[in-house]
T-cell receptor, first 115, second 113 residues
Framework: GAGVSQSPSNKVTEKGKDVELRCDPI?????LYWYRQSLGQGLEFLIYFQGNSAPDKSGLPSDRFSAERTGGSVSTLTIQRTQQEDSAVYLCASMKDRGKTDTQYFGPGTRLTVL | AQSVTQLGSHVSVSEGALVLLRCNYSSSVPPYLFWYVQYPNQGLQLLLKYTSAATLVKGINGFEAEFKKSETSFHLTKPSAHMSDAAEYFCAVSGSTGNQFYFGTGTSLTVIP
């Protein structure tokens, strides 16, 4: 596709349920990031994938959060036993290559609401 | 450690007036700095970036930013605001190690007709 896509665009769930958020990066982009954007907060780094390397999971807030990237393309962020504080917009971004000066291309985000 | 601070979570300007959005950074190494814009219901998109070449960086839609090492600043400006500039603006800095980027809390720009 032309850009990064994310699904679903909105997700409402009950506390304690598991959710899966999907990200389709731009074709050919080797780097993929997940961020969390809470109201009044900046973007909080969650996890980073680069090619076939082990992901950088240093931003995951708890062991309830996990992510995978299959075949170096599509990524899924899973939140188990959701809590109300998990409510936020989850953003995915891809980059063509690794590098501190590269441009990140962001998806429109998934708005997660935990009741 | 790297970080950015955006002064002013909300900025209002009149149409045609100067836009100034402030960003100060903290970095233990020469930084790479970015400004991203998020229009309503859209993903963030790059406005401009500083990568240690020219200190005055020009971006899309008439925006520019100047890297000032002495002031540890990278403020975003536009001479004349347009209604279409109303959006959320984020400043970001590359990490010194690894591949992380650190984002500010954002500045919401309102343009008054």
């Amino acid at each position: 596709g032309a850009g990064v896509s994310q699904s679903p665009s909105n997700k409402v769930t009950e506390k304690g349920k598991d959710v899966e958020l999907r990200c389709d990066p731009i074709s050919g982009h080797t780097a993929l990031y997940w961020y969390r954007q809470s109201l009044g907060q900046g973007l909080e780094f969650l996890i980073y994938f680069q090619g076939n390397s082990a992901p950088d999971k240093s931003g995951l807030p708890s062991d309830r959060f996990s992510a995978e990237r299959t075949g170096g393309s599509v990524s899924t962020l899973t939140i188990q036993r959701t809590q109300q504080e998990d409510s936020a917009v989850y953003l995915c971004a891809s980059m063509k290559d690794r590098g501190k000066t590269d441009t990140q291309y962001f998806g429109p985000g998934t708005r997660l609401t935990v009741l | 450690a790297q970080s950015v601070t955006q002064l002013g979570s909300h900025v209002s300007v009149s149409e045609g007036a100067l836009v100034l959005l402030r960003c100060n950074y903290s970095s233990s190494v020469p930084p790479y700095l970015f400004w991203y814009v998020q229009y309503p219901n859209q993903g963030l998109q790059l406005l401009l970036k500083y990568t240690s070449a020219a200190t005055l960086v020009k971006g899309i839609n008439g925006f520019e930013a100047e890297f000032k090492k002495s002031e540890t600043s990278f403020h975003l400006t536009k001479p004349s605001a347009h209604m279409s500039d109303a959006a959320e603006y984020f400043c970001a800095v590359s990490g010194s190690t690894g591949n992380q980027f650190y984002f500010g809390t954002g500045t919401s720009l309102t343009v008054i007709p």
